[in-house]
Structures are given as C-alpha cells and as structure tokens.
C-alpha cells in the first residue's frame, strides 16, 4: 500500500520532537491522545469516533495508535506510523485492553502517564478506565502543551490554510455571479456547497448562508423565505482542505445598496484593518480586541459588545462535535501573547452587516489570506457590482 501523508517526514519528526522533548522535561514515560484534530498532528490521521482510539507516543521511538480494526487500513495509508505500530480492535473488543496489549508489545513504559486532560473525548468514565487499568501510574496533563503547540502553524500547515482561503474566495464570486432576488438562503448555500466542493473543499464542509444577522441572532439559520430586492444576505464560508479551515463573512445586498450601508461597511472595515494591522508578535490579545470592540462601540454601530472578536484556526476533524477551536480567543480579559504564524478568524458584525479574514499573524502585523474585496457586496441583475 502506498502511503499518502498530507505532510512531510520532516514536518511529523519536527513535531514528534518537540513533544518527546517536552516529555523528558516533565519526567513523563508516554503521552496518550485521543482527541482525533490532536491525533491527526502528530501522526497524520484521526477518525471521528464512536470507541475510545489513542495515540500513544513514548519518550523515544515513533508514536503507536490504537483503533478500530474497521480504520487501521486508512491508517496506514495516511499516516506515517510503520504498520507495526497500528492496533486494530473489534467492536466488541476493549479498546483499554487493546491499548494496555499494545503498550506492552513495543516494550513502552507506563509509570509515567501523559494525558490531554482538555479532550473531549477523554470523558470521565474513560479517564477513570484508564485510572483503573494501569493501576499505581501516575498521571501529568499535557493539555497546555499540546495547546500551545498546535497554535503555531508550519509552513506546511499555512499552504494548507491559504488553499483552503482561495477556495472560500473563488466560492463566493461563483456564488454572486448565480445568485439573483428571489433566491432563498436555502437556494443560495446550495449554491455555495457544490462550488465549495468543486473547488477542492472537503466533504461538505461549506459553512453558513442565512437572511442577515445581528448581535442576539449570530447563527442564524437556513431558511426558504425568498430574498427580495433590498435584502441583506449573510455569507459566512468556512471551507477546509485536508481538514484545515479558513473562514470568512461578507454581506451581500440584493439589488443597489444604499449609502448608508455602504458607509456602514466602510466603517466596519477600517476599524477591523487597524485591528488586523496590531496583529503582530509580543501583543496581549486584550490589546488587540480593544481595537475592534471601542472602534465599534464608539462608532455607534453597536449598543454593546457581547462576544469575542476572533478565536483560533487550524484543522478540524470532520463529524467533530466542536465545530469552533477556542483555545484562544480575543476579549477584554485575554491576556496572552499573539506569536507568529498563529491564525485567527478574526470577525465584527455590525447593523447587520457582518465581515471576518482569515488571518496570520506576521513580524509586519497581520496578513490576510481571504482575499475577497472588503465592501458591501451586491447582486444587480445576475452580475457582481
């Protein structure tokens, strides 16, 4: 079987490294895994699952996993791991057991246990089957590592996020040049998900075209009441390329838009461009949200600010039960340090008209990869205005 990893051999020992570096420093034996986007970073597959699956990588040597027998062919062909060092178990086989089976094969020693104590798949009765199975060990969370870790994008992982961003672009002129009053917003994302997919996007994964939004309805939902002339349309595509996300939001107004909404989109995005201009290594997150939320509030496009202003991109492991990564995020209370290649959805709504970047955090201040023109879109007669 050929194997086809998304990344490199280099890319996985950089990141094998790092965490058995990490291990040592933390007098930790071997680390356990089992949220699948965690999973996928270090050994380049994860399946969604409904049975507990692990990856376990020990101080020295190269990380194992442990799943269901119906996944280990996928798994070899995705992942780098040697054949070796794949598991399979039956339905109804334990995965403990299979586990503890496994450990005990590769000789990995178990005193010493690392866990992600922030997975959620890692629930109580599974953390206390494993309590139980391995007896006098002791257990050290990892969570703040793997967490940190993973914020900071590879060149390869930024190649995957800027082809998933140019797929999110070229959907949305595809959408516009389609789209016409009348339309309803059920018509309007079937739209958008076959060019999404058609461009290369994975599986379903499309995102979200409602009627407009605003600050007490932010997930509107798809409906069929026609789109008539003067309606606002939100846009928001949150496409992936091999299970990396870009995001972003435009709002789209049926027919010519009025001055005032245009002056409106203008001043949303001038306020989200110095915000993006701050995005620069050593800067507290609190710093930068500050920008967007007074810019906002002061510009009397909202009465208040209730949520955050960005949270963190990356892969997203499709069938996954969180759909957003809020491992960092921008409010007033958030203090940590923005560090370069980390990125961001970044996003504002304001009297209806809501607008969000993928964006990079750079040594010049953060840098865009969605692309689509920053104004009031409109729809006149088939044709982008």
Known sequence: MTKTPVFSQKEFDRRKDAIQREMQRRNVSVVLLDQPETVFHFVGYAMSEGYHQFCAIPAKGDPIMVLRSVDEGTCREFSYLPNENIFGFQDWESPTATLLTALGAKGFDTDRIGIDRNSYNLTLL????????FGDASFTDFSDFVTEFKSEKSLEELALLQRSSKIADDAIVELLTEIRAGFSARECVAIASRHVIRLGGDL?????????????KMHAIVDDVPLKEGALLHVELIPQFQGYSSRIMRPVHFGEAPPHLNEIADTIVAIQDR?????RPGIEAREVDAIVREG?????????????????????????????DF?????????????????????????????????????????????TPRRLLCVLMHKIH
């Open 126 to 133: 599974r953390f206390e089957a494993l309590n139980t199975a």
């Open 204 to 216: 379903g994964i499309v995102g979200v075209v409602t009627r407009a939004i605003d600050d007490t």
């Open 275 to 279: 915000q993006f201009a701050a995005m």
């Open 296 to 324: 906002m509030l002061k510009a009397g496009l909202k009465d208040s600010y209730r949520n955050i202003s960005g949270y963190s991109l990356g892969y997203y492991q499709h069938f996954t039960c969180r759909s957003s």
């Open 327 to 371: 491992s960092y995020t921008f409010r007033p209370t958030d203090r940590w340090t923005l560090r370069e290649n980390m990125v961001f959805h970044m996003y504002t709504v304001g009297k209806g008209l809501a607008f969000s970047e993928t964006v990079v955090v750079t040594k010049d201040g953060g840098k865009r990869l969605t692309q």
